[in-house]
């Protein structure tokens, strides 16, 4: 099992930035991707960004040229930078870690609110 620690949300106004950041403990060798993801009050969670062992990254197409996703493989922690922020990317964020896709590595935790004010 891997467990998850998450930070860095909080109130922000738009055009504003805010850096999460998750770090994985535990049975960490398995991990392949890690990610982003975020429920929006009344949404199903969805894919913000992952990023793959090897660096290959991919966005979903609202964040894509504002939030920039970035992992340190030695200390299996990885970190989302969220620059313009719009009030539509208010939501609970969540790290989660995959062995291959599909297959989370730890159970959803509380997640890092995030509230853009307009």
């Known amino acids: 099992q891997v467990q998850l620690v998450e930070s860095g949300g909080g109130l922000v106004q738009a055009g504003g930035s805010l850096t999460l950041s998750c770090a994985a403990s535990?049975?960490?060798?398995?991990?392949?991707?890690m990610g982003w993801y975020r429920q929006a009050p009344g949404k199903e969670r969805e894919l913000v960004a992952r990023?793959?062992?090897?660096?290959?990254?991919n966005y979903a197409d609202s964040v894509k040229g504002r939030f920039t996703i970035s992992r340190d493989n030695a200390k299996y922690t990885v970190n989302l930078q969220m620059n313009s922020l719009k009030p539509e990317d208010t939501a609970v964020y969540y790290c989660?870690?995959?062995?291959?896709?599909?297959?989370?590595?730890?159970?959803w935790g509380q997640g890092t609110q995030v509230t853009v004010s307009s």
């Open positions: 989660n870690v995959e062995k291959f896709p599909g297959l989370f590595l730890a159970s």
């Open positions: 535990g049975i960490i060798f398995s991990i392949s991707t």
């Open positions: 990023v793959i062992k090897d660096g290959t990254t």
